[in-house]
C-alpha cells in the first residue's frame, strides 16, 4: 500500500487535539460496561462521549473508571438540553466534572424526532465559544446552519445523516457532501448510522469522522459491529482519497477490445 | 431547607459545604472525577467545594458521569 494512504499517517486533528482514529464512539446504550469496554478497543477510537445525569450513587464511578482503563478522551455531551441555557449550564458542568473544555453541543428541539434547534444551538455555541469552550455542535444537515456553526468560532460541525437512534444512514447525501465542501473546520457525521456502509458512504462523501453510538451498542453484537464500522470508516476513508471513477450510464470495458481471438462464423 | 436533585434534604444543615454534602447525599469522594455541582443554577469550580457553603433554600444540583451518545 501507499504509505501516503496508511491510516496510520492519517490522523485527525480538531482544534489543537490529534486523534488517531476517525471513529468517535458514543458510549449510550450499552447493556453491560465490559461490553462497552470491549466495543471501545475493537472500535479503535481514541474519543467517546458520555453525558452528565443527576447522580446514582449505586451506578456512580463504573464509567470513569472504565473509560481511563481504556486509553480513550472523554468528550462530555449536553443531550437533554432544549434550550441554550440549560446546554451552557451542562457544559459548564461537564467542565468541572471531566477537566475538559471540549463539549459535544446538542440542543434538541423535538422529543420525537431529537432534530436540532437551530436558533438556540447557535446561540449557545456562540456562549460557550466565548466562555472558552471547544465546541463541537450537533447539527441538522442544513449547510448554511453548519457555516453559521463554523462563523462563531465551533472546532467543528457535526451533521446528522438522519434522527438519532433511527439508523436511517444518511438521508441526503447531497447536503452532507455541501456541508463537507464549505467546511473550513472538520466536519463529523453524526447521527443515523446503521451499519457499516453508512459510515463508509459518510467518509466517501468526504466527512473527517463519524460519531456512532446506537448502531454499535444496539447491536446483536456491538463487538462485532464496532470492529466492522471501524473498518467502514476506514474504509471510506480510503475510498475518498484514492478518488472513486466517475457513475457512467453505460458500461465502459475494463479489458482491451484489440488482440482478441476470432473464430470465424 | 436545601434541595437536592430536585429532593428536599432535611438532614442537611443550612451552612453545610458543597464537599460535605456531597460526601453525604452521593456517598461520593468529592475528589472523584465525573462529578459536578451547581448551586441555584451557578455552576461551583471543583477547587471551591471545601470553601463554599450551601445556604437555606438553595436548589443544588449534583450530577455525575452516565453513558450517553
Known amino acids: ?265 | 431547607m436545601i434541595v437536592v436533585n430536585g429532593e428536599p434534604a432535611a438532614e442537611l444543615p443550612a451552612g453545610i459545604t458543597i464537599a460535605d454534602l456531597i460526601r453525604r447525599v452521593a456517598g461520593v469522594d468529592p475528589d472523584g472525577r465525573g462529578v459536578a455541582v451547581a448551586v441555584d443554577a451557578v455552576v461551583v469550580p471543583r477547587g471551591a467545594w471545601t470553601s463554599t457553603t450551601v445556604a437555606d433554600g438553595a436548589r443544588v444540583e449534583v450530577v455525575g458521569a452516565v453513558q450517553g451518545g
Open chain 1, 1 to 265: 500500500m501507499d504509505h501516503q494512504l496508511d491510516q496510520t499517517t492519517d490522523p485527525l486533528q480538531i482544534a489543537d487535539r490529534v486523534l488517531g482514529s476517525r471513529l468517535v464512539l458514543g458510549t449510550g446504550g450499552f447493556p453491560r460496561m465490559e461490553t462497552l469496554a470491549d466495543a471501545v478497543r475493537a472500535s479503535g477510537t481514541s474519543m467517546v462521549t458520555v453525558a452528565l445525569r443527576r447522580i446514582d450513587p449505586e451506578t456512580r464511578g463504573s464509567l470513569v473508571d472504565t473509560l481511563d482503563a481504556c486509553g480513550v478522551d472523554v468528550l462530555p455531551n449536553t443531550a437533554g438540553c432544549f434550550t441554550a441555557r440549560d446546554a451552557v449550564l451542562t457544559a459548564q458542568l461537564a467542565r468541572e466534572a471531566f477537566e475538559t473544555d471540549w463539549i459535544k453541543l446538542e440542543v434538541i428541539g423535538d422529543e420525537r424526532t431529537l432534530l436540532p434547534d437551530a436558533p438556540e444551538l447557535l446561540l449557545a455555541a456562540e456562549q460557550l465559544v466565548a466562555d472558552g469552550f471547544t465546541v463541537l455542535p450537533y447539527t441538522t444537515d442544513d449547510p448554511v446552519l453548519s457555516r453559521r456553526l463554523e462563523d462563531v468560532g465551533c472546532a467543528a460541525v457535526m451533521p446528522l445523516g438522519s434522527p438519532i437512534g433511527s439508523g436511517q444512514g444518511i438521508l441526503n447525501p447531497y447536503n452532507i457532501a455541501l456541508i463537507v465542501e464549505r467546511a473550513g473546520v472538520p466536519v463529523v457525521l453524526d447521527a443515523g448510522v446503521g451499519t457499516a456502509s453508512d459510515a463508509a458512504l459518510a467518509m466517501e462523501l468526504g466527512c473527517d469522522a463519524v460519531l456512532c453510538a446506537s448502531a454499535i451498542s444496539r447491536a446483536h453484537d456491538p463487538v462485532a459491529m464496532a470492529r466492522a464500522i471501524r473498518a467502514g470508516v476506514e474504509g471510506g476513508r480510503l475510498a475518498h482519497r484514492a478518488g472513486r471513477i466517475p457513475r457512467r450510464t453505460y458500461a465502459q470495458p475494463s479489458t482491451q477490445h484489440d488482440g482478441r481471438a476470432e473464430f470465424g462464423a
